[in-house]
């Protein structure tokens, strides 16, 4: 089973800031099957960018994914009030599904 | 509009048993894999199971295998999650998710508690 390991734990941010995220696999991960999420606080996880950099229906430009192999960053270029939620990564290979452990941005 | 909604979820004992329903519209339900999700008060997310579109495929994550049984009914538009000898580390809301190797749809969950 592959592990991934997201980090830092949490991010303590401004709006207007640029956040980086980041989500090491323990294995290689096909790019076609790296995703990301955000989670606020009673809600749902939503999809941010599938395929390790394209973004989902709705999301909005300054969100970016990139990475391969085993490294993959989600980029948020300026933080809006909305951004502030818990994000996680998620990969897919042999059948099995995973997350990473998530990465809390706060407001500083 | 796209959406998925869970129902089924409560309180039970260990050891007991718990059916979980995920009604979806606004969409080709047939044509999607489908996965359960769950995520502890306070934790992660954590998937818990997949069923592919036509129901002849399932596959299941170690702490549930043996325990819990995936399933659909195309003509019904509903997703199942039959949940067998259920332990107190089970509690969690459980999600109902569309999509293969990534989750597009969601639905608010289920909350489901296990204790005595």
């Known amino acids: 089973e592959i592990v991934l390991t997201q980090s830092p734990g949490t991010l303590s941010l401004s709006p207007g800031e640029r956040a980086t995220l980041s989500c090491r696999a323990s294995?290689?991960?096909?790019?076609?099957?790296l995703a990301w999420y955000h989670q606020k606080p009673g809600q749902a996880p939503r999809l941010l960018i599938y395929g390790a950099s394209s973004r989902a229906t709705g999301i909005p430009d300054r969100f970016s994914g990139s990475g391969s192999g085993t490294d993959f960053t989600l980029t948020i270029s300026r933080l809006e009030p909305e951004d502030f939620a818990v994000y996680y990564c998620q990969q897919y290979g042999s059948s099995l599904w995973t997350f990473g452990q998530g990465t809390k941005v706060e407001i500083k | 509009e796209v959406q998925v909604v869970e129902s089924g979820g409560g309180l039970v004992q260990p050891g007991g048993s718990l059916r979980l329903s995920c009604a979806a519209s606004?969409?080709?339900?047939?044509?999607?894999?489908m996965h359960w999700v769950r995520q502890a008060p306070g934790k992660g997310l954590v998937w818990v199971s997949r069923?592919?579109?036509?129901?002849?495929?399932?596959s299941y994550a170690d702490s549930v295998k043996g325990r819990f049984t995936i399933s659909r009914d195309n003509a019904k538009n509903t997703l199942y999650l039959q949940m067998n000898s259920l332990r107190a580390e089970d509690t969690a809301v459980y999600y109902c998710a569309r999509g293969s190797w990534h989750f597009d749809c969601w639905g608010q969950g289920t909350l489901v508690t296990v204790s005595s």
């Open positions: 606004g969409f080709t339900f047939s044509s999607y894999w």
């Open positions: 294995q290689s991960v096909s790019s076609s099957y």
């Open positions: 069923i592919n579109s036509d129901e002849n495929s399932t």
